[in-house]
Every structure is written in structure tokens, then in C-alpha cells.
T-cell receptor, first 114, second 115 residues
Framework: AQSVTQLDSQVPVFEEAPVELRCNYSSSVSVYLFWYVQYPNQGLQLLLKYLSGSTLVKGINGFEAEFNKSQTSFHLRKPSVHISDTAEYFCAVTGYSSASKIIFGSGTRLSIRP | DVKVTQSSRYLVKRTGEKVFLECVQDMDHENMFWYRQDPGLGLRLIYFSYDVKMKEKGDIPEGYSVSREKKERFSLILESASTNQTSMYLC???FGTGVREETQYFGPGTRLLVL
């Protein structure tokens, strides 16, 4: 079985500052990893996902994440945030095995201060 | 663009009522999912379906049932609503070649209040 931990429930940052949202996972099998974003009053949409290959994954809106197998992490980063990045961000994991279901983290609320 | 629609954005129901939440997707996706979203708990899978008339339990199926009579429509049913089912309900769909690695497309959610 898999599990995922988002270490910060809220992250406040100033506009144009860099941000890192942390995600750690545990699994006994190889994994697929995802970051989804939920803007206010909307459903979730995919930011990026890691399936295989390069450990640095680039997504939409200038976000990127790095898969670190030794540290079982998949942290999300953006070098300069904008007010429009205000949203809740969810990390998710699923395993390679056919019995795996996708497991979502508890979410990190990113608030941008002008 | 994939579009997933949910029948209501907000619903208020009374304890003991039977509640139907409807979800429709327009991209001929094989897989459909129902989640509930609660603060601090993230999304938890209630049920999913990988084909018409097929369903599988997720992590928290108790108190819920589902129906998938047509490919594009997936209904979540609360047989007898209780106050602890007050939550945001999210529907999602995915293409179907491989459930685990596929992107899920979400509807806007239904916020249900059970009094």
C-alpha cells in the first residue's frame, strides 16, 4: 500500500518569491507521482506527473517537481509566484501494481501576499 | 477539452433522505471516480467504475452506493443521508488504458450539507 504526506497545511509567501511545497510518500513498490491544483471554487486539475525517466518534471504555469527516490520525496517548486497561484495543492501517489489506487495527500494551501 | 459536470454545486438535505449526486463526462472515458473532500483529510476515494455496470469500492464506501448505467454518467447515492456525510463531493474521469498512471479530470464539486 502507498501513503503520502504533505508536511505543510498552509504556506504563505510574498508575490514574486520562490516557493517549495513538500511531499513525501511511502510505498513498497515503484510509484507514479502527481501534483494537482485546486483553484477556489473549482475542481482539481493536473499540474504535472512523474511516470518514469527524467526525475525533474515540468508542469503547467511554471511549476516543476523533482522525484527523489532515496528520500521518497516529490517536492513542488516555482521560482517566482504570482497572485494567481493562490490555490490548494495536492500531491498524489499510486503504485505500479494492478491493485493500487491513487492516494491523495491532505493538501497544502498556498496563499500569496502582495 | 474534457468536461466533467456535476448536477448541483450546492445541496441541502435532511437526515434520512435519499440523495443522488450525478456526474457526466463528455470525453468517452472508461473510468469514473467519486471522492469526498474534507479539510485536513484531502481526497478520499468512495467508489470507482472502469466500465458500464462495473464498480469497485474505494477506501470509504460505507453509507454510499453507485450506479453506472451509461458510459458517460456515474451516480453517487446516499441511501439515508447522515450529518457526517456533509462534505464536498468530487467526480473525476480518466481515459482508461491504465488506471494508475492516467490523469484524472475533475468536476467542480458538489457541496452537500446534511441537516
Amino acid at each position: 500500500a502507498q501513503s503520502v504526506t504533505q508536511l505543510d497545511s498552509q504556506v504563505p509567501v510574498f508575490e514574486e518569491a520562490p516557493v517549495e511545497l513538500r511531499c513525501n510518500y511511502s510505498s513498497s513498490v515503484s510509484v507514479y507521482l502527481f501534483w494537482y491544483v485546486q483553484y477556489p471554487n473549482q475542481g482539481l486539475q493536473l499540474l504535472l506527473k512523474y511516470l518514469s525517466g527524467s526525475t525533474l518534471v515540468k508542469g503547467i504555469n511554471g511549476f516543476e517537481a523533482e522525484f527523489n527516490k532515496s528520500q521518497t520525496s516529490f517536492h513542488l517548486r516555482k521560482p517566482s509566484v504570482h497572485i494567481s497561484d493562490t490555490a490548494e495543492y495536492f500531491c498524489a501517489v499510486t503504485g505500479y501494481s494492478s491493485a493500487s489506487k491513487i492516494i491523495f495527500g491532505s493538501g497544502t494551501r498556498l496563499s500569496i501576499r502582495p | 477539452d474534457v468536461k466533467v459536470t456535476q448536477s448541483s454545486r450546492y445541496l441541502v438535505k435532511r437526515t434520512g433522505e435519499k440523495v443522488f449526486l450525478e456526474c457526466v463526462q463528455d470525453m468517452d472515458h472508461e473510468n469514473m471516480f467519486w471522492y469526498r473532500q474534507d479539510p485536513g483529510l484531502g481526497l478520499r476515494l468512495i467508489y470507482f467504475s472502469y466500465d458500464v455496470k462495473m464498480k469497485e469500492k474505494g477506501d470509504i464506501p460505507e453509507g454510499y452506493s453507485v450506479s453506472r448505467e451509461k458510459k458517460e454518467r456515474f451516480s453517487l447515492i446516499l441511501e439515508s443521508a447522515s450529518t457526517n456525510q456533509t462534505s464536498m463531493y468530487l467526480c473525476a474521469s480518466s481515459f482508461g488504458t491504465g488506471v494508475r498512471e492516467e490523469t484524472q479530470y475533475f468536476g467542480p464539486g458538489t457541496r452537500l450539507l446534511v441537516l
